[in-house]
């Protein structure tokens, strides 16, 4: 799908860098206190979705005034990007809080047997935001490669093969979200960032991929740490946009991702840091927003985050979205006037 369609009406420069986030936004502390009251029994279940649901209209509604081309619903109906799909996936139970608290897997999930699921997963959420919001909507959900390897596996042989059924599962449910509107999805590979398994993240890619209409954006996400390891294969992905992380201090050079290489994809290049609570300026922003340019043609570059912003407080996450909006413009007017030498200068020079 072209990135055009998320143009704005009325957009005030030639050039068009796209700017969205990557999934999720800070939840406020009276959410927790109403989750904790309804697991007490304290409160109704009908509590904490009320809670819930005005939580999303208050990240939508802050990505909105920010000035985002695309939002997502903030993940708030999420506690966790792992365990949450728990709750729709058979066999892939809540960790039951036994075993030694240093095990990693002891506080993931366990798969229990052969992974299933008969009803949809984020249908429901994505028809709430795309009823409550003015622009359109981006569906994040945790890719197969992190869901298999952020878990006990048990009862499968391998990684490999868990990883690909729950591909073959977000490709039934992709399909239920493409039929109930979603223009925009995106898979999150967290997991490929600590293990660096290229080849295995491609083929659950492909298998998800073939499945999303011509009329729907499909993308990944995977954060930082092992980029040099997966460039190449990274390159190849079957997506229409890769959102990789490069603004905080340890994330890797772009140069080493992007330089002898042609990735034909837009990217979505991470200019905010999310692990921290200071507020970049909107000349830092621009300056981010330049590097990228070095590498990846205007028509191709998206503006976002460095990865969720869950860890940050609603302050200062609203000031660095408002930043980074206006520095994109800035660059927008930039481009415009030839003031900027970008990537595929040749392809960009109409906008």
Not at 69 to 79: F, P, S
Not at 226 to 246: G, I, K, R
Not at 314 to 336: F, G, I, S, W, Y
Request: net charge negative.
């Amino acid at each position: 799908m072209t990135r055009e369609q998320f143009r704005p009406p009325h957009h005030d420069h030639d050039h068009f860098l796209l700017k969205t986030v990557v999934g999720s936004y800070p939840q406020p502390d009276w959410l927790d206190y109403v989750r904790a009251g309804a697991e007490a029994g304290d409160l109704e279940p009908a509590d904490r979705e009320e809670a819930e649901d005005d939580a999303t209209r208050a990240a939508i509604l802050d990505q909105q005034h920010a000035g985002l081309d695309v939002i997502t619903d903030g993940e708030m109906r999420r506690e966790g990007m792992v365990d949450y799909f728990t709750n729709v996936i058979t066999g892939y139970d809540a960790p039951d809080g036994e075993g030694d608290d240093a095990d990693w897997n002891a506080s993931m999930p366990r798969v229990t047997a052969e992974v299933s699921t008969a009803e949809p997963w984020l249908v429901a959420d994505f028809e709430f935001a795309d009823r409550v919001a003015t622009r359109p909507v981006k569906v994040t959900m945790t890719g197969p490669f992190t869901l298999a390897t952020f878990a006990s596996p048990e009862v499968y042989d391998s990684i490999e093969d868990l990883a690909l059924d729950f591909a073959d599962l977000i490709a039934v449910e992709v399909r239920r979200l493409a039929e109930a509107g979603a223009d925009w999805i995106q898979l999150d590979e967290p997991g490929l960032g600590m293990s660096p398994h290229g080849e295995l993240a491609q083929e659950c890619l492909s298998r998800v991929a073939a499945e999303v209409p011509d009329d729907v954006r499909f993308g990944t996400h995977v954060c930082s740490g092992n980029y040099s390891n997966l460039a190449d294969e990274m390159a190849a992905f079957p997506v229409d946009e890769l959102d990789l992380e490069f603004a905080s201090p340890d994330a890797d050079d772009p140069a080493e991702v992007f330089e002898g290489r042609d990735f034909e994809m837009d990217i979505g290049f991470g200019v905010i840091d999310t692990q921290s609570r200071e507020a970049e300026s909107v000349a830092e922003i621009e300056a981010r927003i330049e590097e990228g340019l070095q590498y990846i043609p205007p028509e191709q570059l998206t503006v976002s985050p460095d990865c969720g912003l869950k860890p940050l407080e609603r302050e200062p996450a609203t000031t660095k979205l408002e930043h980074m909006v206006t520095a994109a413009a800035n660059v927008e007017a930039a481009l415009d006037a030839g003031d900027i030498e970008a990537a595929g200068t040749d392809r960009s020079e109409n906008g």
